[in-house]
């Protein structure tokens, strides 16, 4: 669903692959043994990952917030982008995967600004809030739950600065957002978070189709 962007056939996705996006060895590695999970399929596509590097370099991102990090993917194309005193808090709840973050993170040298958190997120989002880092953070990347998206992007909107940039992957959902017949939770819960962006002038808002649908919301 988002390991290759929507609509993007193979050979497509095989030249972008090659041409546009500029993947280390680590990284490359990384989504090889993450392409073996069962759920390989919440890994991010590596154009998303490179777009995201580039992002974090254009606004200069030092703290960095990572709501679902699953093996450090997108962590990883972040952190290398980041400069070395960055401090990015990366949220997930599954240990297992966040092992196999954790080695690719050391292999790349960049464990050190990367700050896991193995509980629920809006736990440590809250922890943020509390510690008084509101307007403290310059960028966010959500992708966890979907049906916490909301919680997560007001959250996130309170611990960014005025131009921070929020982040939100799978908005698009595999199309599912325009098919009537889908009305489970998720799915719900992804066309509620798209219709509320639509309107929110707290932020400028730029949905696209890279990956699975990325949402770029800048905090104003
Ligand atoms: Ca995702």
Not at 15 to 42: I, N, Q
Not at 114 to 127: C, F, M, Y
Not at 138 to 146: G, N, R, S, V
């Amino acid at each position: 669903m988002s390991t290759q962007s929507l609509g993007l056939d193979s050979a497509l996705a095989a030249y972008l692959l090659r041409t546009g996006t500029r993947e280390t060895e680590t990284l490359a590695k990384l989504r090889a043994e993450t392409v073996e999970r069962s759920d390989a399929h919440m890994q991010i596509a590596p154009e998303q990952g490179q777009l995201m590097h580039l992002l974090v370099e254009l606004i200069a991102a030092r703290n960095i917030l990572e709501i679902g990090t699953f093996t450090g993917y997108s962590t990883l194309w972040m952190a290398l982008a980041a400069p070395s005193d960055a401090r990015i808090v990366a949220c997930d709840v599954d240990p297992e995967a966040a092992a196999l973050a954790q080695r690719a993170w050391d292999e790349a040298g960049v464990a050190d600004r990367i700050e896991l958190h193995l509980r629920p997120a809006l736990e440590t989002l809250d922890g943020r809030l509390n510690e008084g880092e509101a307007g403290c953070h310059d960028l966010a990347f959500i992708d966890a739950d979907k049906e916490n998206y909301d919680a997560y992007y007001e959250r996130s909107l309170r611990l960014m600065r005025p131009g921070g940039l929020i982040l939100v992957d799978n908005t698009l959902w595999g199309g599912s957002v325009i098919d009537s017949a889908k009305r489970d939770a998720a799915t719900e819960a992804i066309r509620a978070f798209n219709a509320k962006l639509s309107q929110d002038e707290r932020i400028t808002l730029a949905m696209t189709p890279v990956g699975d649908g990325l949402t770029l919301a800048r905090k104003r």
